[in-house]
């Protein structure tokens, strides 16, 4: 009888082990891609600027500019000259802003939470023009001037010339889909240094002296309430920037470097010289308590200001020769987001403190 070979068995299978789940590689804020969920919020200070952002509303037909009308005839020709070119400034320069918001800044700064922010800002820039659309059709009845002030990128050397000075420094980062390399970070960070710092920091900064210097001689003062919400607004968007930069620093501090920092100092010193241009074509030969060489004062001592808060070392060691920016008084924007949220609802009346960030 022939034994069988007892059959064969199978070895027990050894359980699997379970794949340990991937880290997810850390991100900066300037890796390419395009985030999509709030949750976990990587940012959430972002976050929270957009929230303090939706209390500060504020409409255009709120301002009434009835009694500027009556101020405008009171004016000297020359004052009248400044008027002008001030309107046909701010009617091009949030544009300018507004541009770069849709096509550089969201494009690349890739958190939910931060592009949260850039869409309140873009409805903002858009209440801003706006308001100065209104400005010239209350300010200039003739329909040739309002079409001229409206060309003055165009057809205005001194404004010309701020714009040529904002296209320089952040048209070379529009080009770029992706910020792929140190050198495309440096243009970016260029990019939006030259926004915030200098157009929205000291363009918009020194066209605001203006309008108070106005309200200190109880002149205008339609305009200087709206010039209030809008500097509340413009002071918001320059510190989002600045954190923005910030973080990018303590993401990738490679790359704020030497040649950066001199970039960084050549272009606010630019920006100085473009501003001056404009304030000698506004003053001429000097109004009382308004001249090119108190005007060029009050701007170098904002660009010390912008030098430091970026990190960087001031380069005038000037002082504000304004008084009158001074007594505007209530500490509410330096101390923006220390406040309660119950005073910043809409329309709220105030006057503007320039003593400390100006």
Known sequence: MTTQPPAATEAPATPATPATPATPATKNLLDPGFELTLRPMRYPDFYERYRDAIKNTWHVEEVDLHSDVADLAKLSPMEQHLIGRLVAFFATGDSIVANNLVLTLYKHINSPEARLYLSRQLFEEAVHVQFYLTLLDTYLPDPDDRAAAFAAVENIPSIREKAGFCFKWMDSVESIDRLETKADRRRFLL????FAACIEGLF????FAYVYWFRSRG???????GTNW?????????SFAFD?????????PEL???ALRQQVTDMLREAVEAELQFARDLCGDGLPGMNTDSMRQYLECVADQRLTRLGFAPVYGSENPFS????????ELTNFFERRPSAYQVAVEGTVDLSEDF
């Open 219 to 225: 002149l205008l003062h339609g305009l200087a309430t």
């Open 256 to 258: 704020f470097d030497d």
């Open 244 to 252: 923005v930069v910030d973080t990018v620093r303590k993401e990738e």
């Open 191 to 194: 990019n939006l240094i030259c």
């Open 230 to 238: 809008v500097f509340r607004d413009e002071t918001m968007h320059m």
């Open 324 to 331: 009158f920016m001074e007594l505007q008084g209530v500490q």
């Open 204 to 207: 918009f900064y020194g066209a």
